[in-house]
């Protein structure tokens, strides 16, 4: 096991851990993205076109989840393709068309959706809820604390 220390700023040691819980979950909803057929990235904008409620364009959901638009664009276009979204005109950007889901693709999200509460249900037999929502909400404000700091313009480095 690779020994490391803890780093001087604790800005960093959180970012650390957080990266660190990211590759855990990856892995374990590995064998849930493998049976839907679709990638990781083309799960998660999958996701976040089902899961919003008004239909977002390839820049916003590039912005909310901070990867660049081309990646969402290629995740989109997968999908698209595959049937699982479309696009609509958008009334607000001639060139960012809405995305919205099909139903093959809610169906697919759905069963993505059943397979993951499997996983996550056995997880919360080790971890409280009460502690995961506890959790949740802490990363939550510190990401809009995050996003206000960008905001500001005080992130010039």
């Known amino acids: 096991m690779l020994k490391t220390r803890h780093p001087p700023n604790p800005m960093f040691?959180?970012?650390?851990?957080l990266l660190r819980v990211n590759g855990r979950v990856k892995s374990l909803f590995a064998s849930v993205n493998a049976r839907s057929g679709l990638l990781a990235m083309e799960t998660t904008v999958l996701t976040a076109v089902?899961?919003?409620?008004?239909a977002p364009t390839v820049p916003q959901i590039g912005r909310s989840l901070g990867n660049p638009r081309q990646v969402i664009?290629?995740?989109a276009n997968t999908l698209i393709a595959a049937g699982l979204i479309e696009?609509?005109?958008?009334?607000?950007?001639?060139?960012a068309p809405l995305l919205l889901a099909t139903r093959k693709g809610k169906l697919l999200k759905h069963r993505?959706?059943?397979?993951?509460?499997?996983?996550?249900?056995?997880?919360?037999?080790?971890?409280?809820?009460?502690?995961?929502r506890r959790m949740a909400g802490e990363v939550r404000e510190?990401?809009?604390?995050?996003?206000?700091?960008?905001?500001?313009?005080?992130?010039?480095?």
């Open 50 to 54: 089902v899961e919003s409620h008004l």
């Open 13 to 17: 040691e959180l970012i650390d851990e």
């Open 87 to 95: 696009t609509a005109p958008n009334p607000h950007h001639k060139r």
């Open 112 to 132: 993505a959706d059943a397979l993951a509460s499997k996983a996550t249900n056995a997880l919360l037999r080790s971890i409280s809820a009460r502690k995961c």
């Open 142 to 157: 510190l990401r809009s604390e995050i996003e206000a700091y960008l905001r500001s313009g005080k992130a010039k480095t």
């Open 73 to 75: 664009q290629r995740a």
